[in-house]
């Protein structure tokens, strides 16, 4: 009761915090302008080199950011929801370490360098080692839990995350791209980069909604989720997917970046309680508040 008595005050609340990040973003910076610069930017005027800095460079960093924080904030809902494990993130299924491997072989082997060339390998490689986690997690007796599929992630992240390591200290002049990747950024990231990947992750979210009746019930336990009529089966295979596009896109945009997915949902939980169709509704407007905060943060300190 007293979570649907905030709700109406808490939707403004957000949506006024989220307003404020992104105005932020496109203000602040190396070169900080004031709001009416970059107004007149937005409506097609200001002098070149505030159309440079608002349109050429902020406003995709801002469009990125928000699109990375939606991704991760409902990642990490998804699957704490569907592991019952508060401590969980996105990265447990190994998709971080899957994605940085598959970059370090395009740069070791295929000689990429050019940050959209990431994008499309460090998906392909989220999605291949969350498949491999999934088939290990799988065999032996009885379906996929939730802890088997976790100790397959973190195995399979250890052993990817030791090999690209490796590979990266053996030529660091080649892996100069990607270690500015591998420390998290959403500089240089353009519509280019960024518009090819939207369907997957609107797909994704669409698709984490319609899984949170399922997980509502899942976290009475599987036996009563079976008994209201829920399939757990096809739960967990929805919830593996969504996660693999919206982790495995993030982290191809904008490098391995954790915090979010592990924050995001718990202060949503603190502040709304545990139904998931209200938390992902939640991460979707305060993951990418504070994304986009860190990220000015980052560019004033720096």
Known sequence: AGARARAPTGALVRRARLVTAVALSLMLGSNALPPHVVLDVLRGGGSSEARYVVAELRVPRTVTGIVVGVALGVAGALIQAFSRNPLADPGILGVNAGAAFAIAIGVAFLGLRDISSFVGLGFLGALIVTVAVYLIGSSGRGPADPIRLTLAGVALGAVFSGMTTGMTLSNPDAFEQMRSWN????????????????????????????????????????????????????????????????????????????????????????????????????????????????????????
């Open 183 to 302: 420390a998290g950024s959403l500089l240089g990231r353009g519509f280019d980069v960024l518009l090819p990947v939207l369907p997957f992750i609107a797909l994704a979210v669409l698709g984490a909604l319609l899984l949170t009746p399922g997980l509502n019930a899942l976290a009475l336990g599987e036996d009563v989720a079976r008994s209201q009529g829920a399939n757990v089966g096809s739960i967990r295979i929805g919830v593996i997917l969504a996660v693999t596009v919206l982790a495995g896109t993030a982290t191809a945009l904008a490098g391995p970046i954790s915090f979010i997915g592990l924050m995001v949902p718990h202060v949503a939980r603190w502040l709304f309680g545990v139904d998931q169709r209200v938390i992902l509704v939640i991460c979707v407007v305060l993951a990418p508040v504070i994304v986009l905060l860190s990220d000015v943060l980052g560019r004033v300190l720096i």
